[in-house]
């Protein structure tokens, strides 16, 4: 069974200090992950994939296997960044069964 | 390019009671996915159509069921509405199945008193 765990509810940091938004995962094969990003009166949005290893808004992620780790960074958070923070797993190939952390609400302190 | 959009906005049904709740993919994209997601709980997947077949599914009974349409829009159809029932219904669309990239609308708020 695949599982995402997301350790923190809540995540308070001032403004410029770095943020680091944990997210395990348990999954017998190649995932692949992802963040998604909810921000206040917004939908869902993807915030970053892992095989795209890009940075967004300053933030991101690697992938550990050996760990089975997929923490969220930004060295220096902003007021903006507040918002809620979802860390997914999706499984390799066409069948999709995604499976969500139960988010990490990050708040940054001006 | 129009985006994902999800009606009704809200619904309050009774117990016992079938919904149907509608989703409008992404112009353009193939694959439809529904999750459910409770108060302060992640998306929980419910199933995917693609290109009208259903191509994965989650943990949820068969009264959770679905359609997709030659357009592409899609119905999440739940019958004998129970209590914990109650939660946003997410609609997620993506180009094409192989595509992992979701686009999520704005949810339909059901509660079921």
């Known amino acids: 069974a695949q599982r995402v765990t997301q350790p923190e509810k809540l995540l308070s940091v001032f403004k410029g200090a770095p943020v680091e938004l944990k997210c395990n995962y348990s999954?017998?094969?190649?995932?692949?992950l992802f963040w998604y990003v909810q921000y206040s009166r917004q939908r869902l949005q993807l915030l970053l994939r892992?095989?795209s290893r890009e940075s967004i808004k300053g933030f991101t992620a690697d992938l550990n296997k050996g760990e089975t780790s997929f923490h969220l960074k930004k060295p220096f958070a902003q007021e903006e960044d507040s918002a809620m923070y979802y860390c997914?797993?999706?499984?390799?190939?066409?069948?999709?069964?995604?499976?969500f952390g139960t988010g990490t609400k990050l708040q940054v302190i001006p | 390019e129009t985006g994902v959009t999800q009606s009704p906005t809200h619904l309050i049904k009774t117990r016992g009671q079938q919904v149907t709740l509608r989703c409008s993919s992404q112009?353009?994209?193939?694959?439809v996915s529904w999750y459910q997601q409770a108060l302060g709980q992640g998306p929980q997947f419910i199933f995917q159509?693609?290109?009208?077949?259903?191509?994965g599914r989650g943990n949820f009974p068969p009264r959770f069921s679905g359609l997709q349409f030659p357009n592409y829009s899609s119905e999440l159809n739940v019958n004998a509405l129970e209590l914990d029932d109650s939660a946003l219904y997410l609609c997620?669309?993506?180009?094409?199945?192989?595509?992992?990239?979701?686009?999520f609308g704005p949810g339909t708020r059901l509660t079921v008193l």
């Open positions: 997620a669309s993506s180009l094409d199945v192989g595509d992992k990239t979701q686009f």
């Open positions: 999954y017998s094969g190649s995932p692949e």
């Open positions: 892992h095989i």
């Open positions: 997914a797993l999706n499984p390799s190939g066409g069948y999709q069964k995604v499976t």
């Open positions: 112009s353009g994209h193939n694959t």
């Open positions: 159509y693609y290109r009208e077949e259903e191509n």
